[in-house]
Structures are given as structure tokens and as C-alpha cells.
């Protein structure tokens, strides 16, 4: 599925608002070890983030990028501006930013995804944090991940995946390193408890 899948969605798939967490046995590199926020789950694919890869690029980089301002502005920006965090959030469209915040900043681009989370995707979010003027939560995401029909359902029957009801707090959590860990641990899982093989009796 695609942004415009998203935006044109009738349906609430199961998959919704949920954590997908890679098991060990997960053989898509882009995905190993990853925790998936999924946006959009329908018959017609799903679409969500990674929320727990880096990215090297910085804020300043991107506002720069998109010649919002210019280089010696840039160091002059507050450092929760500079701090603002951005992730890889999949190997689609990877040079497109998302911005997935909290439902106290909305414009006319902005597309609920829960009940207390958006995605917007354009630079009227980017100019409101970069002033100060964002979200109270947020994170922005350079690409997105993308799965055809039927696709995501059969990686998950495959044992590719484990999912959960997802928590907002660790969609906006900057501490990336072990944020696998605490996506299981919301299961009650560790990750010496997984198995990469499938359970078949």
C-alpha cells in the first residue's frame, strides 16, 4: 500500500494501530530486528515505519535541504529544534519525509492514523517545528514500508512477525537502541524466548 492508499482508505484493517515486531528469522535485511508502526492495513496491502532505525541526517540537514533556511541560520537554531529526531522509516520513497506526531497540530494535510496519532507529509509541519510551532509529539521518517495484497499476512503466517497493540510512547521514544527489546517486552517476550523457525506440531 501506498501514501495514497492511506489517504484513500475506507477500512480498518486488524493490523492497524499495531506493532509489527521482526523475528529472529526475518531474512528482509531492511527489516531485521525492526519495530513497524503499521498506519493502514486493508485488502489492498499495509502501510507503515520503522520507528527504531537512525538516520544520519539531521533536522537542521533537511531544513537546509529544502532551502527553508540557510546554512548560518541553521547553526543558529535552538537545540530542541537541532535534537528534532529523524529516522529511517523504510526502504520506500526513502528520500520522502513523514512526520508522525500527536493530534494537537493538524492542517489540511494531516491524516489521522489513531485516535491520538497523525501523519503529515508536507513542509507546513516542517516550517511549524522548525518555529517552534509543531506538535507536542512528534518524529519525522525518511521513507516508509510498503506491503502488497495478501503480502504482510502471509510474511506474519510465515513467522516473520509478531504484533501487538502499539504504544505511543514508544513510537515517540528517541532511545533507539533497545527499543526492540521494550516492543517485545510490551508481549511479555524477550528475545531469547524467539524462535526463527516456525512452531509446527
Same mark, same amino acid.
Given at each position: 500500500?501506498?501514501?495514497?492508499?492511506?489517504?484513500?482508505?475506507?477500512?480498518?484493517?486488524?493490523?492497524?494501530?499495531?506493532?509489527?515486531?521482526?523475528?529472529?528469522?526475518?531474512?528482509?535485511?531492511?527489516?531485521?530486528?525492526?519495530?513497524?508502526?503499521?498506519?493502514?492495513?486493508?485488502?489492498?496491502?499495509?502501510?507503515?515505519?520503522?520507528?527504531?532505525?537512525?538516520?544520519?541526517?539531521?533536522?537542521?540537514?533537511?531544513?537546509? =535541504? *529544502?532551502?527553508?533556511?540557510?546554512?548560518?541560520?541553521?547553526?543558529?537554531?535552538?537545540?530542541?529544534?537541532?535534537?528534532?529526531?529523524?529516522?529511517?522509516?523504510?526502504?520506500?520513497?526513502?528520500?520522502?519525509?513523514?512526520?508522525? =506526531?500527536?493530534?494537537?497540530?493538524?492542517?489540511? $494535510? $494531516?491524516?489521522?492514523? $489513531?485516535?491520538?496519532?497523525?501523519?503529515?507529509?508536507?513542509?507546513?509541519?516542517?516550517?511549524?517545528?522548525?518555529?517552534?510551532?509543531?506538535?507536542?509529539?512528534?518524529?519525522?521518517?525518511?521513507?516508509?514500508?510498503?506491503?502488497?495484497?495478501?503480502? *504482510?499476512? $502471509?510474511?506474519?503466517?510465515?513467522?516473520?512477525? *509478531?504484533?501487538?497493540?502499539?504504544?505511543?510512547?514508544?513510537?515517540?521514544?528517541?532511545?533507539?537502541?533497545?527499543?526492540?527489546?521494550?516492543?517485545?517486552? *510490551?508481549?511479555?517476550?524477550?528475545?531469547?524466548?524467539?524462535?526463527?523457525?516456525?512452531? =509446527?506440531?
Amino acid at each position: 500500500m501506498s501514501l495514497a492508499g492511506l489517504k484513500d482508505k475506507r477500512e480498518r484493517g486488524f493490523l492497524d494501530g499495531q506493532f509489527l515486531i521482526a523475528m529472529p528469522g526475518m531474512f528482509d535485511s531492511n527489516f531485521a530486528r525492526s519495530v513497524v508502526y503499521i498506519c493502514a492495513h486493508s485488502q489492498a496491502g499495509a502501510m507503515g515505519f520503522v520507528i527504531n532505525r537512525p538516520q544520519s541526517i539531521t533536522f537542521p540537514d533537511i531544513l537546509v =535541504h *529544502l532551502d527553508l533556511i540557510d546554512q548560518h541560520d541553521a547553526i543558529m537554531l535552538p537545540e530542541r529544534t537541532r535534537a528534532f529526531p529523524i529516522q529511517a522509516g523504510g526502504p520506500v520513497e526513502t528520500g520522502r519525509g513523514f512526520v508522525l =506526531h500527536s493530534d494537537d497540530y493538524l492542517s489540511d $494535510s $494531516s491524516i489521522p492514523v $489513531s485516535d491520538d496519532i497523525c501523519l503529515t507529509a508536507t513542509l507546513d509541519i516542517v516550517r511549524a517545528i522548525s518555529h517552534n510551532k509543531g506538535p507536542s509529539r512528534a518524529t519525522m521518517l525518511l521513507g516508509y514500508a510498503g506491503w502488497g495484497a495478501g503480502q *504482510l499476512e $502471509s510474511e506474519i503466517t510465515n513467522n516473520g512477525w *509478531l504484533n501487538c497493540p502499539a504504544s505511543e510512547d514508544l513510537i515517540f521514544d528517541r532511545d533507539l537502541d533497545d527499543k526492540y527489546e521494550r516492543a517485545l517486552a *510490551l508481549m511479555g517476550v524477550t528475545p531469547a524466548m524467539l524462535s526463527s523457525d516456525a512452531g =509446527h506440531a
